[in-house]
């Protein structure tokens, strides 16, 4: 609703069983927008992006990475914004706010010192399978 009529959101996790948690989170209060596709949850590598998809206005990262992800500056629409932790794991991090202007620029403005888990692909995340099935069916 915070996107407005035609707008679209997407998420991306490279673990599967969060995948499919989030879309039923999402269905217990609002299916509606995952019927309509203004919202799809995608197994993925979100530092990677989504290439096929962009450019995106607002991109948010959920974890902190040490430099901005070339693919997702490149998926930043002119004009857009991203809104990205960025420092060490378990260092110094600040949340940021990137902009592209009209001539490719990017600019980069810290807000708030902040700490977050790294942004890192499933082996690194969750070395071990675990089997969650019975809490998210």
Do not use: C
């Not at 600040?94 to 708030?112: A, P, Q, R």
């Not at 700490?115 to 499933?122: I, K, V, W």
Request: hydrophobic share 35%; charged share 25%.
């Amino acid at each position: 609703k915070m996107m407005g009529k035609g707008g679209k959101s997407y998420g991306v996790d490279h673990i599967p069983e969060l995948v499919k948690w989030s879309k039923q989170n999402i269905s217990k209060h609002h299916k509606e927008l995952l019927e309509d596709g203004s919202i799809e949850i995608i197994v993925g590598d979100g530092r990677k992006g989504l290439p096929n998809k962009g450019p995106f206005d607002i991109i948010h990262v959920g974890g902190a990475s040490e430099v901005i992800p070339p693919p997702l500056l490149e998926q930043l629409a002119v004009g857009g914004k991203m809104m990205i932790p960025i420092g060490p794991q378990g260092g110094s991090q600040v949340l940021s706010i990137i902009t592209k202007e009209s001539d490719g620029k990017i600019v980069n403005t810290g807000i708030l010192e902040v700490r977050y888990a790294p942004l890192t692909d499933r082996k690194k995340q969750w070395p071990q399978q675990v089997d969650y099935g019975q809490r998210l069916s």
